[in-house]
């Protein structure tokens, strides 16, 4: 359980978090903050989550109902809603921490992308929110001034290599926010992303150079990255009244990462190591510039 004492934030409220796999996953922080805080909670995922991850003993912890749902599928959602709103009934937020690629697993470059699996990964990570939101509304299962967060990463705002289909899917995901921002406003219902630090999870460890980019945005980022503990805690402010005017916002959860430039340090480390050629070489920098700065043209003038 987390160390963190109880603000109370969430008493008398229920919610459901889709996503928990185990102990590492964003969800399963979210829903142990979220019932610290006093909030009945229900659980979904896929079946295999049961039987490949620990979501059966998060249950038991939390006395939560399990709802078996595949986020990409309308019908089984609707089903869902309908079960839960019958033992449970209605409910004040839904987290939705969702997220794979197949092509990411299977580390295609983005130029070699297999459409079949782009279309699951846009499916799955993205059009899903929108799906879980058009399902809770048509079985009426959400109060009014419900709150709805989503996970998200910096990579649907800035190009990051490594992170493919799963960044269109995330750019999907954030614009559904903002486009279901105004008629769930018409219930006081209010919806945001967070965009989240890279975190030791299942599905970020997955991603190519995973341990690179997790290094830099903690060099990087003035208070470090943000773990997934520290993103439970910022969650249940966002499902708590205390934000209730907070809406279509993409809200950075990252140590300051997204709002820094460059720091004297990471310059004076990547200085030193750009005059090593053989590192230089082994980092591929050549295969990844423009005709006219191949061959060390790249170069300052001072040190050319
Ligand atoms: N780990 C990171 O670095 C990081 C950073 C920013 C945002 N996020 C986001 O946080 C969220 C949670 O991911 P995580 O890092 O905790 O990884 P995780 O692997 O622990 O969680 C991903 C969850 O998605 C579930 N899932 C996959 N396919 C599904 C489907 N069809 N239907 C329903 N559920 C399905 C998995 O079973 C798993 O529980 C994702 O949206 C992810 O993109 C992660």
Same mark, same amino acid.
């Given at each position: 359980?987390?160390?963190?004492?109880?603000?109370?934030?969430?008493?008398?409220?229920?919610?459901?978090?889709?996503?928990?796999? @185990?102990?590492? $996953? /964003?969800?399963?922080?979210?829903?142990? +903050? #979220?019932? =610290?805080?006093?909030?009945?909670?229900?659980?979904?995922?896929?079946?295999?989550?049961?039987?490949?991850?620990?979501?059966?003993?998060?249950?038991?912890?939390?006395?939560?109902?399990?709802?078996?749902?595949?986020?990409?599928?309308?019908?089984?959602?609707?089903?869902?809603?309908?079960?839960?709103?019958?033992?449970?009934?209605?409910?004040?937020?839904?987290?939705?921490?969702?997220?794979?690629?197949?092509?990411?697993?299977?580390?295609?470059?983005?130029?070699?992308?297999?459409?079949?699996?782009?279309?699951?990964?846009?499916?799955?990570?993205?059009?899903?929110?929108?799906?879980?939101?058009?399902?809770?509304?048509?079985?009426?299962?959400?109060? @009014?001034?419900? $709150? /709805?967060?989503?996970?998200?990463?910096? +990579? #649907?705002? =800035?190009?990051?290599?490594?992170?493919?289909?799963?960044?269109?899917?995330?750019?999907?995901?954030?614009?559904?926010?903002?486009?279901?921002?105004?008629?769930?406003?018409?219930?006081?219902?209010?919806?945001?992303?967070?965009?989240?630090?890279?975190?030791?999870?299942?599905?970020?460890?997955?991603?190519?150079?995973?341990?690179?980019?997790?290094?830099?945005?903690?060099?990087?980022?003035?208070?470090?990255?943000?773990?997934?503990?520290?993103?439970?805690?910022?969650?249940?402010?966002?499902?708590?009244?205390?934000?209730?005017?907070?809406?279509?916002?993409?809200?950075?959860?990252?140590?300051?990462?997204?709002?820094?430039?460059?720091?004297?340090?990471?310059?004076?480390?990547?200085?030193?190591?750009?005059?090593?050629? #053989?590192?230089?070489?082994?980092?591929?920098?050549?295969?990844?510039?423009?005709?006219?700065?191949?061959?060390?043209?790249?170069?300052?003038?001072?040190?050319?």
């Amino acid at each position: 359980m987390s160390e963190q004492k109880s603000y109370g934030l969430l008493k008398g409220k229920k919610g459901i978090v889709f996503g928990p796999l @185990d102990e590492s $996953s /964003i969800g399963w922080s979210i829903a142990l +903050a #979220a019932h =610290r805080e006093g909030a009945e909670l229900a659980i979904s995922n896929i079946a295999i989550a049961q039987r490949v991850g620990k979501v059966n003993q998060l249950c038991e912890m939390l006395s939560a109902p399990f709802i078996q749902a595949d986020a990409s599928n309308y019908d089984e959602l609707f089903k869902g809603f309908g079960e839960l709103k019958e033992k449970f009934g209605k409910i004040d937020f839904i987290v939705h921490s969702v997220g794979m690629s197949q092509n990411i697993r299977k580390e295609k470059a983005y130029d070699e992308l297999n459409y079949e699996w782009y279309q699951k990964t846009l499916d799955v990570s993205g059009l899903s929110l929108h799906k879980i939101i058009t399902a809770a509304l048509k079985q009426d299962i959400l109060n @009014d001034y419900a $709150s /709805i967060v989503a996970l998200t990463y910096i +990579a #649907a705002q =800035r190009a990051y290599s490594g992170y493919t289909d799963m960044a269109d899917a995330k750019a999907l995901l954030e614009s559904i926010a903002r486009g279901y921002g105004q008629t769930l406003g018409r219930k006081g219902i209010r919806i945001n992303t967070v965009s989240q630090s890279p975190t030791y999870t299942r599905a970020g460890s997955g991603i190519e150079n995973f341990d690179l980019m997790y290094e830099h945005a903690h060099l990087l980022a003035p208070l470090g990255n943000a773990t997934a503990e520290e993103c439970g805690d910022y969650v249940v402010t966002l499902l708590s009244d205390l934000t209730r005017k907070v809406t279509m916002q993409n809200l950075y959860h990252d140590g300051g990462y997204s709002s820094m430039g460059s720091s004297l340090p990471i310059l004076r480390i990547m200085h030193e190591a750009l005059q090593n050629d #053989a590192l230089v070489a082994k980092s591929g920098l050549e295969d990844v510039l423009p005709p006219h700065l191949k061959g060390g043209k790249w170069k300052t003038k001072k040190e050319g």
